[in-house]
DNA sequence: TACCAATCTGGTAGTGACTACCACTGAGGT
DNA sequence: ACCTCAGTGGTAGTCACTACCAGATTGGTA
């Protein structure tokens, strides 16, 4: 069955890809996102234009693809429903976060987390980065609202789950600026936390074994 | 003094201006955004393809430009500094939304209601433009925490600002969704309340002189 | 082993947004 | 009447991105 159908092939092509965002947020960060052009990019890593177009549909997802979207909906769907929305859902990006980052105790970051923190910082600074990157966001309120699982047929719950969603991400975000400010040696869990806490009081967020 | 330097060429200026965006909110309804071109702006608006690059920087512009950032600025400013952050922020965005759409009467909208909500319709189905708008409403983010006024030297209070901001605006985002769902229907500032709510809670918003 | 099919890659020639750079016109104030 | 300058238009160019087509490499198959 081809689920592993050609690892080789497979393989190559996630190399490949790998190689072309490494060179992509090394150039950008170094010449600027708008003082780069896709054909550089291309040259530094080796491949033809054409190449790097297929492995990344835009410019802009040389920064910005990931896979954390994926990561919280599950988490998402596999929480209680009990629990009211605004847990639920930061719990969901607390957990899912702490899994990116790894349980790195405080001091200086992995080479993973280096590059995250690299790729923050223009998503951050450049504004065409940034636009796409809130509109990634939006993408995955709208995920999160699916995982929910509530009924859907409701009108009035489904714009609650909206704008519980919406304003959960909104906190996240303002972590991740502050995260990145600090050059990645705060917790970002624990910033999350903070942000949720700051924008829907102390019962929005579940009491933790408080590691601080 | 230079205030109102040449009435008739400012007036003639905001006339074309005004001009070109009808002209291009309507053909981007009628044929989609991807499927105008720039040109086919000008040659609708009887202008050069150089004079819209002057009116509006980006293709985008046309669509979104509008002031509501600077009254939504201007009513942070105003209000009482002892409220808590999400009351003040969120009873900003109700009354500056009540200025813009009129207090009219439920039923239908005028021109310029038909006129906000066709580019609303634009700004959540085009992903550009949608992109960009939540890039817009983040720099009315950082317009709003300045405008809070509070110490900006203490970054936990600045923090606490941010988060609170962002929670509030995506809120208020997905009251503009559900408003263009309704064709304009519901009253506008009722629903932001209603996302203010269904994020904080009941204590969020404050109470209102219920003119429904 | 020889063959086929699918995938990966590269080249060419566009379209369209956007940006210099320059020239013309007409309104405002002296 | 003259000068200034904002407003407008044209040309040529850059760059992101998209068909359309062609060669190469890999995986499975007769």
Chains 1, 2 share one sequence.
Not at 58 to 81: C, F, G, N, W, Y
Not at 86 to 106: F, K, Q
Not at 117 to 140: E, F, G, V
Not at 169 to 177: D, P, Q, R, Y
Request: aromatic share 4%; charged share 20%.
């Amino acid at each position: 069955m081809p689920d592993q159908q050609s690892t080789l092939r497979a393989h190559r092509r996630a190399e490949t890809q790998r190689a072309i965002q490494a060179h992509a947020v090394r150039l950008f960060t170094e010449r600027g996102y708008d003082g780069t052009t896709v054909n550089d990019v291309a040259e530094a890593a080796g491949v033809s234009p054409m190449t790097v177009y297929r492995h990344f549909p835009t410019k802009e997802d040389l920064v910005l693809i990931d896979q954390h979207a994926q990561l919280v909906a599950d988490r998402i769907a596999a929480s209680p429903a009990t629990q009211p929305l605004v847990r639920r859902i930061g719990g969901a990006l607390i957990e899912s976060t702490t899994t990116v980052t790894g349980g790195h105790g405080g001091g200086d970051l992995s080479t993973s987390g280096q590059f995250l923190l690299a790729r923050l910082r223009l998503m951050i600074s450049t504004p065409a980065l940034r636009a796409k990157h809130l509109d990634n966001n939006y993408a995955l309120q709208q995920a999160i609202v699916t995982a929910l699982g509530d009924d859907t047929t409701d009108p009035d719950a489904a714009f609650h789950a909206h704008a519980a969603a919406s304003a959960c991400l909104a906190a996240m975000h303002t972590a991740l600026v502050r995260w990145a400010e600090d050059d990645g040696r705060s917790e970002l869990p624990d910033l999350i936390a903070r942000a949720l806490t700051a924008a829907f009081g102390d019962d929005a967020v579940q009491v933790r074994s408080d590691a601080r």
